[in-house]
């Protein structure tokens, strides 16, 4: 990073908390996950990025807005305020990358006028959500691109796939509704040869088959999320839809013996508040949980629970300042976590202080309270800034 970019960076981050979003290490990631879903094809198979849950904690339109301007086919959420959002900024930003809506629809009719004035899929779980739909896009003279949803094991929303096939003809004959593709989920997509994904995966093979033999081709045929993409990549497919791995996260414990290179975009950072010496024998924070065993010097972080830092790491973490791990001290606070960096440590105020990123990583926070990453990276607050850097 230049003098100036320093300068420009420094400028940018407002807050003592906030969380480093790493844009060239998602562009990385992104081409990571797209050259290793076309390994078994010749078809150059498209990227839905999920972006959904304000991407994973990253900042959706930022986010989306990246990953659109460098080469994903589409942007994935997770029900119609998400998409409203999002369509509204990337048409503020003059981009065209079309949105998946994963959610269900409502009769309420609530965000129609969003799905007809947006360029947004809909996905369909149900005859009578497709019905609404397309009467409504019929009333206004406008055709809408759906996508079907099929439940092939996970039993969560979707058509169950016995009864897909039926649906797809009764949908198909709907003028004004436009079926641009059909779609499932893994239930166990993180475990490599899975009995039960490779069940999901023959009978969703089996039904696509069945509807292109028997009505018309599919246009977009995709079931692959993270893990399917690692596990259960298969050629019959034109679609994937990455999540947490765009974020440099593996999906499961069953697949973290891989590395394909990705790497985690954000860190999580603050800075040195407050120093006070302490004497042995003295307790930290509420409940008197951390006691010091001699005399100590104690640094307080404004970073708590309410910016998503889990309370359940009292005592479990460690933070990075000035490139040494200190372990944190006391029960984790709304607003404040503590650490003991002892009386010989070089620690100042204001020393930029790593909660987790530069290799101690969401994972290793999740590992610490059973949680996953996916729990860590959502959790950080809103009033948590992020920052976007391309270094």
């Known amino acids: 990073m230049n003098l100036n970019a320093g300068k420009k960076f420094r400028e940018s981050v407002i807050n003592d908390t906030y969380a480093e979003i790493n844009l060239k290490k998602l562009k990385k990631n992104f081409t990571i996950l797209k050259k290793l879903a076309s390994r078994n094809t010749r078809e150059n198979v498209r990227v839905c990025s999920i972006i959904k849950a304000n991407a994973y904690g990253h900042g959706m339109n930022e986010t989306g807005k990246f990953l659109a301007e460098n080469g994903t086919d589409y942007l994935g959420t997770a029900d119609y305020p998400e998409t409203e959002s999002l369509t509204k900024f990337l048409k503020k930003h003059r981009l065209n990358t079309p949105v998946l809506c994963l959610g269900t629809l409502s009769e309420k009719k609530k965000y129609f006028d969003t799905i007809l004035s947006g360029n947004i899929e809909a996905t369909i779980a149900d005859i009578k959500s497709a019905e609404f739909l397309n009467n409504y896009a019929g009333s206004r003279n406008k055709k809408v691109k759906i996508q079907i949803q099929v439940d092939s094991g996970i039993n969560r929303t979707g058509f ?232």
């Open 160 to 391: 169950p796939v016995k009864d897909t096939f039926e649906a797809y003809k009764k949908i198909a004959a709907l003028k004004n509704l436009k079926i641009n593709g059909v779609y499932s989920h893994y239930s166990t997509s993180e475990i490599p040869r899975n009995y039960y994904a490779q069940r999901q995966l023959r009978d969703f093979k089996n039904l696509l088959a069945e509807i292109e033999h028997n009505i018309e081709k599919v246009k977009l045929k995709h079931i692959s999320n993270s893990g399917g993409i690692l596990n259960f990549s298969d050629g019959y497919f034109n679609m994937v839809r990455p999540g947490i791995s765009l974020y440099g996260y593996y999906p499961g414990k069953e697949s973290s013996g891989l590395n394909i290179g990705i790497e985690p975009v954000m860190s999580l950072k603050s800075r040195v508040s407050f120093i006070k010496q302490l004497e042995k024998n003295e307790s930290i924070s509420y409940g008197r949980k951390y006691i010091t065993k001699k005399r100590t010097k104690i640094v307080s972080i404004p970073v708590g629970y309410g910016d998503g830092y889990p309370r359940l790491l009292t005592n479990k973490s460690k933070v990075i300042i000035n490139g040494k791990f200190y372990r944190t001290a006391g029960t984790v606070c709304m607003d404040w976590i503590m650490a003991d960096i002892g009386m010989n440590s070089d620690v100042k105020l204001n020393d930029e202080v790593t909660v987790f990123g530069n290799g101690y990583t969401a994972e290793k926070l999740a590992e610490l309270t059973g949680m996953i990453p996916y729990e860590i990276t959502c959790n950080i607050s809103a009033r948590v800034q992020r920052v976007y850097v391309t270094k």
